[in-house]
């Protein structure tokens, strides 16, 4: 499982928080959260599940390796676009 990897190279340790698709049709949602939050293994980093991006609809894009902020409140991110 990549979640695994990224645990061994120590990436969990490094970031300020996570954001996890929305599995297509919510298959397997809970499945895939109980793994994560065991991989993860880090209450006080902040994961926020079930996020419209990848391959279910609806779908957005989020560029791999850029900056974003996560609005709790609003319930919105936004990308940091300096990177375009």
């Known amino acids: 499982m990549q979640s695994v990897a990224l645990k ?28 994560l939050t065991k991989v993860i293994d880090n209450e006080r980093l902040p994961v926020v599940y079930n996020v419209n991006f990848g391959h279910a609809t609806p779908r957005c894009v989020l560029q791999y ?6 609005d709790m409140r609003q319930k919105k991110i936004y990308q940091d676009q300096s990177w375009m």
């Open 65 to 70: 390796g850029a900056m974003a902020k996560v």
């Open 8 to 35: 061994e190279t120590g990436v969990f340790d490094v970031v300020h928080g996570v954001l996890v698709g929305k599995p297509q049709d919510e298959a397997y949602y809970e499945a895939y959260k109980s793994i």
